[in-house]
């Protein structure tokens, strides 16, 4: 018995960073995302293991074993039958490309299947978000909202892929996996960062303009509080002690160069997550451009380009 599962990684666009409940992994703001159809993890899980096995991309990950077993547990329950998990996905892991987020997703998709567990979408989201505060988003198609309400969050898409088509541009600067992993950054934010309280404080503000802004196709708007939202939150980490710097030069560069073609009349913004990989949001007319640009970047190691897609789901 087996079955296979398909998620794509999210961006977010007004960004989750804190929890407020490091036990039941619940955020601390609310966050707004956009799903990626073209970049994609597929979990498939086999129900025929003496103990649990993970292989990623092919090569076998007992370090990351725990992870997903506590995941499945949580979806199948914790007298599930052993299995064997292999995951796959054709863009880099670990590297600031949200594949965690994929990878959970997919996971409590699959386990529900195989378990037999026949669970809300919702309740599916609020899974995966003990296992990765953004994987919560990645079980919904296009612009995707996730608010914290009393004891677990919710999350809605508030704009299809097809009614508001953006491409996204992900310039990738580096594939080393990240020095400090997300959980114990926002921790570490959260003791030590003198900004943490104003980030939390401003959320709903940047919430509010970037939902407005979807809802209306404002293309300007949104790029406006991406990207002030985007900045925030790496100032938050900036001021953190030890500090946590996630940006190369090629970041840097990249960042430059969407400013130069928003300048030059391009509709595209840039946003990053914790890893050094730039992601430029675009309009479809002026991904070629986009992907043009980033491309003659020094320092950019490979470009790949997405447009929206769908929430997680089974294959086959
Ligand atoms: O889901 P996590 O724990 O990997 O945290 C994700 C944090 C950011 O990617 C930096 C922001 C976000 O909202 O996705």
């Not at 997550?273 to 992601?279: H, L, M, S």
Request: hydrophobic residues 45%; proline residues 4%.
């Amino acid at each position: 018995m087996h079955v296979t599962a398909r998620a794509h990684p999210n961006i977010a666009l007004v960004k989750y960073w804190g929890k407020r409940d490091s036990a039941r992994n619940l955020p601390a703001v609310g966050s707004i995302s956009i799903t990626l159809g073209d970049l994609w993890t597929d979990m498939r899980l086999e129900a025929d293991a003496e103990a649990d096995e993970l292989s990623v991309n092919g090569d076998s990950r007992p370090d990351l074993l725990p992870r997903i077993a506590s995941c499945l547990d949580l979806v199948a329950g914790d007298d599930r039958q052993p299995m064997s998990v292999s995951s796959h996905s054709n863009f880099p892991v670990a590297a600031g490309l949200a594949s965690s987020a994929s990878a959970f997703a997919a996971a409590v998709v699959a386990a529900a299947a195989i378990s037999g567990r026949k669970l809300e979408r919702e309740e599916l989201a609020n899974l995966a978000g003990r296992a990765s505060g953004s994987a919560a988003r990645s079980l919904y198609e296009g612009f995707v909202e996730l608010e914290n309400a009393a004891e677990r969050v919710q999350v809605r898409t508030i704009c299809d892929s097809a009614s508001w088509p953006l491409s996204v541009v992900v310039a990738i600067t580096s594939t080393l996996p990240k020095s400090v992993g997300s959980g114990e950054a926002m921790e570490i934010s959260r003791r030590t960062s003198p900004f943490y309280e104003r980030w939390i404080d401003a959320q709903g503000d940047d919430l509010q303009r970037a939902r407005t802004a979807i809802l209306a196709r404002d293309f300007e708007a949104l790029a406006d509080v991406a990207e002030h939202n985007c900045l925030k939150m790496h100032s938050v980490m900036w001021a953190s002690r030890p500090p946590m710097v996630y940006w190369n030069a090629a970041t840097l560069d990249c960042m430059q160069a969407v400013r130069q073609l928003r300048a030059d009349g391009a509709g595209v913004f840039f946003t990053i997550d914790a890893g050094p990989q730039v992601k430029a949001v675009c309009l479809p007319e002026d991904a070629d451009r986009v992907r043009d640009a980033l491309t003659g970047v020094d320092g950019v190691e490979r470009v790949m380009t997405s447009g929206l897609g769908e929430g997680a789901h089974l294959l086959g």
